[in-house]
């Protein structure tokens, strides 16, 4: 029976989580790390293996003496999330990181940092070389593709895993210990767009918003930062619901489909006699947006500037594409979902508003879908592709990935926790996480696997206020060595 709304049927994910998965393919960037790694590896005569997909497996032999002590996988990821403000110059393939140090914190100068994952590869490498460090036998797992859908975890070849024990270093809290994370997915929709002659005496003109935090779109969704893409769409619709006649030529709004959108760009034309209303609109919507996000995005702007006429600008949608796209927009839910029934104050549905592109004959909009419940995550999806098939859009859900369902009487867990206890005199939050960690796909790969997951303290990952905390640095690494010691 054929649907009322054509044939618009996505490929949908229900069970298999591999009938969706793509074949990862490591970036430059990623490339160079794992060069560097293996060469690391091989100047150290330690024994490496690859898989198909990029994944690293290092085998570091034991401390002389604990060659029986069951072999220990220390896990990170080699990719990082590339991003920078609209007014920096830097070429992430090519470019190095500009590091400052800020008191106790590292950061990076207008880019991300890439402590998310690098503190973690650069801890299991420091083990190894470390003289003072006790340890059985280690195999040091360096993951491609993380970021963009844990796509490298998903390829793994789980063959060249002999450990059964397990400790990621991707988390990203001091004093905290990991064991359950939430699932994700991607829905991307494609809306057609038909364009019209610009009407005679129409101007060109800019709407910016910028200066928003943005972020990771798991661990700080929780905080309601401002997304904007949402912004953006929400003073379009105010100026033409104000009576302006407002034909859109793009809209791009974020860049990362688990980062929460910090800038959006807009390009209209309005009447000549309408800049002043445009203007005036920008600066009412910029004081309602400071009434609802003044304290967690104080730097927020709102900017409406003229530009200079020309071919690009020449050919806006025409009003049912327009309005069918704002709508949209406007009606996908961005934020929170539901809180967690069975662990307090922990996430556990949301979805983020991502990313939006327009082309010539079309636009693209990315949504993230994160929950621990996979009922919730597949509902998420359902709603999505409800909301964008009433706009005219095609929908298809992308890098689809399992939970990982905590286990708190795991030997690794407890083992964990007591170091904790010993090194600091305090007992470490044990929490699940609202973000996507490689645990629940190594556990398909090796259901037998015992897991934990630590970190230092990092704030803003998945945007250019990235920072790393350096005494936690040094305590995390100290919880690393001492577990280690214990297991040896």
Same mark, same amino acid.
């Given at each position: 029976?054929?649907?009322?709304?054509?044939? =618009?049927?996505?490929?949908?994910?229900? @069970?298999? #989580?591999?009938?969706? +998965?793509?074949?990862?393919?490591?970036?430059?960037?990623?490339?160079?790390?794992?060069?560097?790694?293996?060469?690391?590896?091989?100047?150290?005569?330690?024994?490496?293996?690859?898989?198909?997909?990029?994944?690293?497996?290092?085998?570091?032999?034991?401390?002389?003496?604990?060659?029986?002590?069951?072999?220990?996988?220390?896990?990170?990821?080699?990719?990082?999330?590339?991003?920078?403000?609209?007014?920096?110059?830097?070429?992430?393939?090519?470019?190095?990181? @500009?590091?400052?140090?800020?008191?106790?914190?590292?950061?990076?100068?207008?880019?991300?940092?890439?402590?998310?994952?690098?503190?973690?590869?650069?801890?299991?490498?420091?083990?190894?070389?470390?003289?003072?460090?006790?340890?059985?036998?280690?195999?040091?797992?360096?993951? &491609?593709?993380?970021?963009?859908?844990?796509?490298?975890?998903?390829?793994?070849?789980?063959?060249?895993?002999?450990? +059964?024990?397990?400790?990621?270093?991707?988390?990203?809290?001091?004093?905290?210990?990991?064991?359950?994370?939430?699932?994700?997915?991607? %829905?991307?929709?494609?809306?057609?767009?038909?364009?019209?002659?610009?009407?005679?005496?129409?101007?060109?003109?800019?709407?910016? !918003?910028?200066?928003?935090?943005?972020?990771?779109?798991?661990?700080?969704?929780?905080?309601?930062?401002?997304?904007?893409?949402?912004?953006?769409? *929400?003073?379009?619709?105010?100026?033409?619901?104000?009576?302006?006649?407002?034909?859109?030529?793009?809209?791009?709004?974020?860049?990362?489909?688990?980062?929460?959108?910090?800038?959006?760009?807009?390009?209209?034309? &309005?009447?000549?006699? %309408?800049?002043?209303?445009?203007?005036?609109?920008?600066? +009412?919507?910029?004081?309602?947006?400071?009434?609802?996000?003044?304290?967690?995005?104080?730097?927020?702007?709102?900017?409406?500037?003229?530009?200079?006429?020309?071919?690009?600008?020449?050919?806006?949608?025409?009003?049912?594409? *327009?309005?069918?796209?704002?709508?949209?927009?406007?009606?996908?839910?961005?934020?929170?979902?539901?809180?967690?029934?069975?662990? /307090?104050?922990?996430?556990?549905?949301?979805?983020?508003?991502?990313?939006?592109?327009?082309?010539?004959?079309?636009?693209?909009?990315?949504?993230?879908?994160?929950?621990?419940?996979?009922?919730?995550?597949?509902?998420? @999806?359902?709603?999505?592709? %409800?909301?964008?098939?009433?706009?005219?859009?095609?929908?298809?859900?992308?890098?689809?990935?399992?939970?990982?369902?905590?286990?708190?009487?795991? /030997?690794?867990?407890? *083992?964990? &926790?007591?170091? #904790?206890? +010993?090194?600091?005199? %305090?007992?470490?939050?044990?929490?699940?996480?609202?973000?996507? =960690?490689?645990?629940?796909?190594?556990?398909?790969?090796?259901?037998?696997?015992?897991?934990?997951? !630590?970190?230092?303290?990092?704030?803003?990952?998945?945007?250019?206020?990235?920072?790393?905390?350096?005494?936690?640095?040094?305590?995390?690494?100290? &919880?690393?060595?001492?577990?280690?010691?214990?297991?040896?």
């Amino acid at each position: 029976m054929s649907s009322p709304l054509g044939e =618009l049927e996505p490929r949908y994910l229900w @069970q298999n #989580f591999d009938a969706i +998965r793509r074949i990862p393919r490591p970036s430059k960037h990623e490339e160079k790390i794992a060069e560097h790694a293996v060469s690391w590896a091989k100047g150290h005569g330690y024994e490496v293996a690859r898989d198909r997909v990029g994944n690293i497996v290092i085998k570091v032999p034991a401390t002389p003496g604990h060659e029986n002590a069951p072999i220990v996988i220390l896990q990170g990821h080699m990719d990082m999330v590339c991003e920078k403000n609209s007014d920096v110059v830097h070429d992430f393939m090519k470019d190095p990181i @500009q590091v400052a140090v800020d008191g106790d914190w590292v950061k990076a100068v207008g880019t991300t940092l890439g402590a998310d994952n690098g503190v973690g590869v650069a801890a299991g490498m420091a083990i190894a070389e470390d003289p003072e460090a006790v340890h059985g036998p280690l195999e040091l797992l360096l993951t &491609v593709d993380e970021e963009t859908g844990l796509t490298g975890a998903m390829q793994l070849d789980g063959t060249l895993l002999a450990g +059964r024990t397990m400790i990621n270093l991707d988390t990203e809290e001091d004093g905290a210990v990991y064991i359950g994370c939430a699932g994700g997915a991607d %829905s991307i929709a494609e809306f057609p767009l038909a364009r019209r002659k610009a009407l005679l005496g129409s101007v060109p003109v800019q709407l910016t !918003i910028k200066g928003l935090r943005g972020g990771h779109s798991g661990v700080d969704i929780h905080e309601n930062r401002g997304n904007a893409i949402k912004l953006a769409v *929400r003073t379009l619709l105010a100026a033409i619901g104000d009576g302006i006649e407002l034909d859109l030529v793009s809209l791009n709004g974020g860049s990362k489909h688990n980062a929460i959108p910090r800038e959006a760009f807009a390009i209209c034309r &309005v009447a000549a006699e %309408s800049l002043a209303g445009m203007e005036a609109i920008a600066k +009412r919507c910029l004081a309602d947006f400071r009434q609802e996000f003044a304290a967690i995005d104080p730097d927020l702007e709102v900017n409406i500037s003229q530009l200079d006429d020309g071919e690009d600008y020449l050919h806006p949608l025409n009003s049912h594409a *327009r309005d069918r796209l704002l709508y949209v927009l406007d009606g996908i839910p961005h934020g929170v979902l539901a809180m967690s029934r069975e662990v /307090p104050g922990l996430v556990e549905t949301s979805n983020n508003l991502a990313v939006v592109q327009t082309e010539d004959n079309r636009a693209v909009v990315t949504t993230s879908h994160r929950s621990s419940v996979m009922a919730a995550l597949f509902r998420v @999806q359902e709603q999505i592709r %409800s909301i964008c098939v009433l706009g005219g859009a095609t929908v298809e859900v992308h890098d689809a990935y399992p939970g990982w369902k905590p286990n708190p009487s795991s /030997p690794i867990v407890k *083992r964990t &926790v007591g170091v #904790f206890e +010993r090194l600091f005199g %305090s007992t470490p939050g044990v929490k699940a996480i609202h973000a996507g =960690l490689e645990c629940g796909l190594l556990l398909e790969k090796v259901p037998d696997m015992d897991v934990v997951s !630590i970190g230092p303290e990092l704030r803003n990952p998945h945007s250019p206020d990235e920072k790393v905390q350096i005494s936690s640095v040094q305590r995390f690494y100290a &919880v690393l060595k001492e577990v280690l010691a214990e297991l040896a």
